[in-house]
């Protein structure tokens, strides 16, 4: 009784070139192992290499009649699609980290709670008109100390609060009106600025 003799390369991608899976999957699990360690040594990540591996076998199953073989092996076309692919996979991610190192940060901005609790302690207002602005919603104390005590903008303040610019001099408006009526007992000059 004869060793089972496995079939070389080119007699599986013969078979995978006729619609073979089995065979497909023999090659596959031939050279697996193979493609993944060059895959990971250049993209350093297992999901990375992962993907770049995947890629590489979708490419022999749909490119199976085009795949030339290297002294009987599948396995240098294979090595050279994984890293056309994991080469592909940096240069996305790079493009990617790029755009990511365009956009705003989160902490680059400012809380809005933040920011009017420092204009607050920054600033010289009394007690009663602290009281009176924690009585407001957050996003409209924010828009009186970035408008009335910090100058800004309605245009300004509506860039830094996320709020559409015509939503600003309304709630703006609201606000004041409400300061006006909390700060009626207080001197005449709160009444000058909230106008």
Sequence with gaps: MAGHVEPSDAELLFRVSRG?????RDLIHRHEASCYRVA???TRTTWDAEEAVGSAFAELWRRRDRVRLVDESVRPWLLTVVSFAAKNQLRGLGRYRRLLA??????????HADEVARLLDGAVIGREVRDALARLRAVDAALVVLCLVEGLTMREAALA???PEGTVKSRLSRAKARLRQDLAHVAPAVQEVTE
């Design 20 to 24: 073979d899976e089995g065979a497909y």
């Design 40 to 42: 990971l040594a250049m």
């Design 102 to 111: 365009k956009v705003p940060r989160e902490d680059a901005v400012p809380d």
């Design 161 to 163: 609060t996320g709020v």
